[in-house]
Nanobody, 114 residues
Framework: QVQLVESGGGLVQPGGSLRLSCAAS????????MGWYRQAPGKQRELVAA???????NYADSVKGRFTISRDKTRNTVILQMNSLKPEDTATYYC????????WGPGTQVTVSS
């Protein structure tokens, strides 16, 4: 079993920034990948960004150049730095880790609105 604790969501104006963090209860090396998904009302959950054990990253086209995923190995934490936020980034963001099984965080709300 893996526990994931998310933090950093909130309300921000368009063009602003937020930083999401997700701390895992197991060593980062246990995971094939760590990442973030999001789900807006009425839409399917989609991958935002992910980072593999060896450090390869993958981003949704809609966030490339604006979001950056990174990992703090000392804290077993995956971080999503979100810049130049747009109203269409509004969603519940979920931390995800993959190993033999897949685990999800409870979600954190990000609202981009003026």
């Amino acid at each position: 079993q893996v526990q994931l604790v998310e933090s950093g969501g909130g309300l921000v104006q368009p063009g602003g920034s937020l930083r999401l963090s997700c701390a895992a209860s197991r060593n980062w090396f246990s995971f094939d990948a760590m990442g973030w998904y999001r789900q807006a009302p009425g839409k399917q959950r989609e991958l935002v960004a992910a980072i593999t054990r060896i450090g390869s990253t993958n981003y949704a086209d809609s966030v490339k150049g604006r979001f950056t995923i990174s990992r703090d190995k000392t804290r077993n934490t995956v971080i999503l730095q979100m810049n130049s936020l747009k109203p269409e980034d509004t969603a519940t963001y979920y931390c995800n880790v993959r190993m033999t099984y897949e685990y999800w965080g409870p979600g954190t709300q990000v609202t981009v609105s003026s």
